[in-house]
């Protein structure tokens, strides 16, 4: 069964470096997120990204935070001067449609010390 | 925006017993899913369920838009079905998690 696949599965981060965190969506999905959870809490919508431009985006997700679909397959997170309340685990999902079921990746988790 | 709330936060079984899960949302929704979140953080797919009932095994899920709600029921219950367990309901191409039912089962 096609699976969204994320890498890396974890990473440690200095405060204040940036980070890219990298996902390869189910190959004939168009629509594209980024999804983040901290330890304990819920899982929480950052970002949407559909035809090669953000769709919805929270108010979590601010200029830190950016994404791209530099070819075919890839799509990436990049957090600019990461911050210790960045730590997190990081879902990448993608749907064929906007209102389908949406399928996760494994996470990247992410600690910045 | 749209409120997810699922009950109860907490649930502690007995190998071989049922549970129902239940999750409430404030307004109307294209879809719903729930998700069994393992020790590792995975989280894996129940159900795509935006009304009615499905089963998958000894997993069942009912949902009834009108009345806003959707249940999960888990029947004979093992170990391996311990964890987390969200509904999300999916707003405008989005989905909206709610803060999870966290099942454990004792042998």
């Known amino acids: 069964e096609p699976e969204v696949t994320q890498t890396p599965s974890h990473q440690v981060t200095q405060m204040g470096q940036e980070v890219i965190l990298r996902c390869v969506p189910i190959?004939?999905?168009?629509?594209f997120y980024w999804y983040r959870q901290i330890l304990g809490q819920k899982v929480e919508f950052l970002v949407s990204?559909?035809?090669?431009?953000?769709?919805?985006k929270s108010e979590i997700f601010d200029d830190q935070f950016s994404v791209e679909r530099p070819d075919g397959s890839n799509f990436t997170l990049k957090i600019r001067s990461t911050k210790l309340e960045d730590s997190a685990m990081y879902f990448c999902a993608s749907s064929p449609t906007g209102g389908g079921t949406i399928y996760f990746g494994e996470g990247s988790w992410l600690t910045v010390v | 925006g749209i409120q997810v709330e699922q009950s109860p936060p907490d649930l502690i079984l007995q190998e071989g017993a049922n549970s129902t899960l239940r999750c409430n949302f404030s307004?109307?929704?294209?879809?719903l899913q729930w998700f069994h979140q393992n020790p590792w953080g995975q989280l894996i797919n129940l159900f795509y369920i935006p009304s009615g009932t499905k089963q998958n095994g000894r997993l069942s899920a009912t949902t009834v838009a009108t009345e806003r709600y959707s249940l999960l029921y888990i029947s004979s219950s093992q170990t391996t079905d311990s964890g987390v367990y969200f509904c999300a309901a999916n707003q405008g191409g989005k989905l909206i998690f709610g803060q999870g039912t966290e099942l454990s089962v004792k042998p």
């Open positions: 190959s004939n999905h168009l629509y």
């Open positions: 990204f559909y035809n090669n431009e953000i769709s919805e």
């Open positions: 307004d109307s929704v294209n879809n």
